[in-house]
């Protein structure tokens, strides 16, 4: 059946205007509809739109009737809308409950920011549960997987032991060299006013291998490496690939997540490992060149400032803060929704929030070392 252009036509019955609706109110027509939707009624004291008539009828035509209801019932004339067809009756009841009017602006009150506050420790609340069943999940799967060694794909993780550690390197390798050059120059620049230079060499020692040598690294792999975790594992969500791995009935923690996180548990003591030596070689470079230090001086001083304990508290650091940040960055990957928005929102909480983990469990581990004696 060909097209019928809407038509309008109106006509007066004891001062109540009649508006008869004629064709197809359809989008395919919509500069017509345009146009039929800015009708008003002359001096009518009501509005009766008859659309008995009418052929065909999609959202755009409807809204265009409901238009006109509106802006004759915003005039001051009652309007109705009579003849509605069954088929009709559905699409113009929805369209008519539909309320234009703008909300009142919030008025503040004194408890709002006590409710802020209350709605986002929640939120924090919710999270750490989520952060928490994840990894307990990721526990029970590599529990499984002690005692299946094959259920584990290997050639995933060396994959990504790979991209995670080795390409890691020559960054690491760089900032850490870099750093330990800016702490020395720092302590040589300030400790000579004491005739104290010596004892930079404790300074750097006790820094880099204690606190800023995993915790750079660390911070490092939570940029470079958490971020790109969390796109893979988001990219996959917004494609539905989680959900179809689910129908298949393979578990996403076995295949995605746990190869992910068991390569940069192990990439990160690696990691931490190069930037001590790194922050050592640039401290030294330093000692050499602007500290007016020997090397055989300094290597002394280092033999004698490094100790076994002060290694070893950044090398137990190093697997467990590279946990957290595996598991938040998938979690966060996990909880990106079907947008490119939502898939850069969640890299950049990814980051911020390992960032924010790795410094509150490095206090935390600085209490409990203080206890043990370490």
């Given at each position: 059946?060909?097209?019928?252009q809407?038509?309008?036509?109106?006509?007066?019955?004891?001062?109540?205007?009649?508006?008869?609706?004629?064709?197809?109110?359809?989008?395919?027509?919509?500069?017509?509809?345009?146009?039929?939707?800015?009708?008003?009624?002359?001096?009518a004291?009501?509005?009766?739109?008859?659309?008995?008539?009418?052929?065909?009828?999609?959202?755009?035509?409807?809204?265009?009737?409901?238009?006109?209801?509106?802006?004759?019932?915003?005039?001051?004339?009652?309007?109705?809308?009579?003849?509605?067809?069954?088929?009709?009756?559905?699409?113009?009841?929805?369209?008519?409950?539909?309320?234009?009017?703008?909300?009142?602006?919030?008025?503040?009150?004194?408890v709002?920011?006590?409710?802020?506050t209350?709605?986002?420790?929640?939120?924090?609340?919710?999270?750490?549960?989520?952060?928490?069943?994840?990894?307990?999940?990721?526990?029970?799967?590599?529990m499984?997987?002690?005692?299946?060694?094959?259920r584990?794909?290997?050639?995933?993780?060396v994959?990504?032991?790979?991209?995670?550690?080795?390409?890691?390197?020559?960054?690491?390798?760089?900032?850490?060299?870099?750093?330990?050059?800016?702490?020395?120059?720092?302590?040589?620049?300030?400790?000579?006013?004491?005739?104290?230079?010596?004892?930079?060499?404790?300074?750097?020692?006790?820094?880099?291998?204690?606190?800023?040598?995993?915790?750079?690294?660390?911070?490092?792999?939570?940029?470079r490496?958490?971020?790109?975790?969390?796109?893979?594992?988001?990219?996959?969500k917004?494609?539905?690939?989680?959900?179809a791995?689910?129908?298949?009935?393979?578990?996403?923690?076995?295949?995605?997540?746990?190869?992910?996180?068991?390569?940069?548990?192990?990439?990160?003591?690696?990691?931490?490992?190069?930037?001590?030596?790194?922050?050592?070689?640039?401290?030294?470079?330093?000692a050499?060149?602007?500290?007016?230090?020997?090397?055989?001086?300094?290597?002394?001083?280092?033999?004698?400032?490094?100790?076994?304990n002060?290694?070893q508290?950044?090398?137990?650091?190093?697997?467990?803060?590279?946990?957290?940040?595996?598991?938040?960055?998938a979690?966060?990957g996990?909880r990106?929704?079907?947008?490119?928005?939502?898939l850069?929102?969640?890299?950049?909480?990814?980051?911020?929030?390992?960032?924010?983990?790795?410094?509150?469990?490095?206090?935390?581990?600085?209490?409990?070392f203080a206890?043990?004696?370490?």
């Open positions: 059946m060909p097209d019928v809407p038509q309008v036509e109106s006509s007066a019955s004891d001062g109540a205007a009649i508006l008869t609706l004629r064709g197809d109110w359809i989008a395919r027509h919509s500069s017509a509809l345009e146009r039929l939707a800015a009708w008003r009624p002359q001096a004291s009501s509005l009766r739109v008859d659309v008995s008539r009418i052929d065909s009828l999609d959202t755009y035509g409807a809204w265009s009737i409901e238009s006109i209801r509106r802006a004759a019932s915003q005039s001051g004339a009652p309007a109705e809308i009579v003849g509605v067809r069954d088929r009709h009756a559905s699409i113009l009841r929805s369209l008519g409950r539909i309320d234009l009017a703008p909300a009142p602006p919030a008025r503040a009150t004194v709002d920011p006590l409710a802020r209350g709605d986002a420790l929640l939120a924090a609340l919710d999270y750490l549960l989520a952060l928490a069943s994840l990894l307990g999940r990721l526990v029970i799967s590599f499984q997987v002690l005692a299946h060694p094959s584990l794909r290997w050639i995933s993780v994959h990504h032991i790979d991209r995670v550690g080795l390409r890691a390197v020559p960054i690491i390798a760089l900032m850490t060299f870099l750093i330990g050059c800016i702490i020395a120059q720092q302590g040589f620049f300030h400790f000579r006013r004491f005739g104290a230079s010596d004892y930079v060499v404790d300074l750097v020692t006790i820094l880099v291998l204690r606190e800023i040598g995993v915790l750079l690294v660390t911070i490092m792999i939570a940029g490496s958490g971020s790109a975790y969390t796109a893979e594992v988001g990219s996959m917004m494609r539905e690939e989680i959900d791995l689910r129908t298949m009935g393979l578990d996403p923690v076995d295949i995605l997540i746990l190869p992910r996180v068991l390569a940069i548990t192990i990439a990160a003591p690696m990691l931490t490992l190069l930037g001590m030596m790194a922050a050592m070689v640039g401290a030294g470079f330093v050499a060149t602007y500290g007016d230090m020997s090397a055989a001086i300094y290597m002394e001083r280092l033999r004698e400032a490094a100790t076994s002060d290694f508290v950044g090398m137990i650091k190093a697997p467990v803060m590279a946990l957290i940040i595996g598991t938040v960055a979690l966060e996990l990106v929704q079907g947008s490119a928005e939502s850069g929102l969640g890299a950049t909480s990814s980051v911020v929030k390992s960032i924010f983990l790795v410094i509150v469990l490095d206090g935390v581990f600085a209490i409990i206890w043990v004696g370490m």
